[in-house]
């Protein structure tokens, strides 16, 4: 790596924005594993509050260009078929 100031302040910045962008990628997993189960255990009232979490954490990660507009778009499309299946079969 080179020894100018720039580059160095370039290089704190972008181990600082991968941290940041693994955190919320990680947190953002976590939610949708937590909607998965609540699905599975066939609660709707449950599934649609875990579903409310997730679809506002996609959209802030997708807002602050931690995952794409259509990535985010088709992960809450998912989920939100498999809660619908669940709230009218239940």
Avoid at 24 to 43: F, M, P, V, Y
């Amino acid at each position: 790596m080179a020894v100018h100031t720039s580059v160095i302040k370039r290089h704190q910045q972008s181990l600082k924005r991968r941290a940041r962008n693994i955190e919320t990628k990680s947190k953002l997993r976590t939610l949708i594993k937590k909607t998965r189960q609540a699905i599975d255990s066939k609660s709707p009232e449950n599934a649609s509050i875990q579903l409310r979490a997730v679809n506002k954490a996609l959209s802030k990660a997708v807002s602050k260009g931690i995952i794409k507009n259509n990535t985010g778009s088709r992960w809450l499309s998912r989920l939100s078929r498999a809660a619908a299946k669940i709230s009218t079969a239940g």
